[in-house]
């Protein structure tokens, strides 16, 4: 059985920077892109990126490639996001999402990671 | 950027009705499109993908169709428990890009 297990929820302080976990199992990690996606409270969903694990190779929106770094490490099977400079803007749930390739979509996703600015 | 107009931004259906949510895109996406539910607190769950096929555990009584860059979902006599967020997301290129979502209440 496929699954995603993200890590728990954070409060980060705002110019710090936190790093969320995406477990993968049921599956060969380094077979599908995982991509990550913002929901704003009370908002719709955004695209941050994607991390291809066997390449190590990534790919963001432009409004994320100064917030969010994507790696992976491949012995654990576990994707990360790292997100930095911390504002109030980034305060939102963090879902990771593995792409199944060809078609392209989401089949899988995380439970979702609940991140809290706040001084 | 290919942007993903989606309407309506909310609609209240009853259980006789047929449900449809559209998304226009702003070009071409060769039909990588897919529609998602989701539900308070819970990640989205893939409904339709390939612009017309039904993912696996899915009822069929949703379906996708396609006109022009118009895509659409129809949700034939819906359930109560179809009511959620509803999105589509076109992966035709990167940024992937999302609409902005329809409110689904089913009376």
């Known amino acids: 059985e496929v699954q995603l297990q993200q890590s728990g929820p954070e409060v980060g302080r705002p110019g710090s920077s936190v790093k969320i976990s995406c477990k993968a199992s049921?599956?060969?990690?380094?077979?599908?892109?995982m991509n990550w996606v913002k929901q704003s409270p009370g908002q719709g969903l955004e695209w941050i990126g994607w991390?291809?694990?066997?390449?190590?190779?990534?790919d963001y929106a432009e409004k994320f490639k100064k917030k969010a770094t994507l790696t992976a490490d491949t012995s654990s099977s576990t994707a990360y996001i790292q997100l930095s400079s911390l504002t109030s803007e980034d305060t939102a749930t963090y879902f990771c999402?593995?792409?199944?390739?060809?078609?392209?979509?989401?089949?899988?996703w995380g439970q979702g990671v609940m991140v809290t600015v706040s001084s | 950027d290919i942007q993903m107009t989606q309407s309506p931004a909310s609609l209240s259906a009853s259980l006789e009705e047929i449900v449809t949510i559209t998304c226009k895109a702003s070009q071409g996406i060769d039909d990588y499109l897919s529609w998602y539910q989701q539900k308070p607190g819970k990640s989205p769950q893939l409904l339709i993908y390939d612009a017309t096929s039904l993912a696996d555990g899915v009822p069929s009584r949703f379906s996708g169709s396609r006109s022009g860059t118009q895509y659409s979902l129809k949700i034939s006599r819906p359930q109560v428990d179809d009511s959620g967020i509803y999105y589509c997301?076109?992966?035709?290129?990167?940024?992937?890009?999302f609409g902005s979502g329809t409110k689904l209440e089913i009376k």
């Open positions: 997301l076109q992966s035709y290129s990167t940024p992937l890009t």
């Open positions: 049921g599956y060969t990690f380094t077979d599908y892109v």
């Open positions: 991390i291809d694990p066997e390449y190590g190779s990534t």
């Open positions: 999402a593995r792409l199944f390739s060809g078609p392209r979509y989401f089949d899988y």
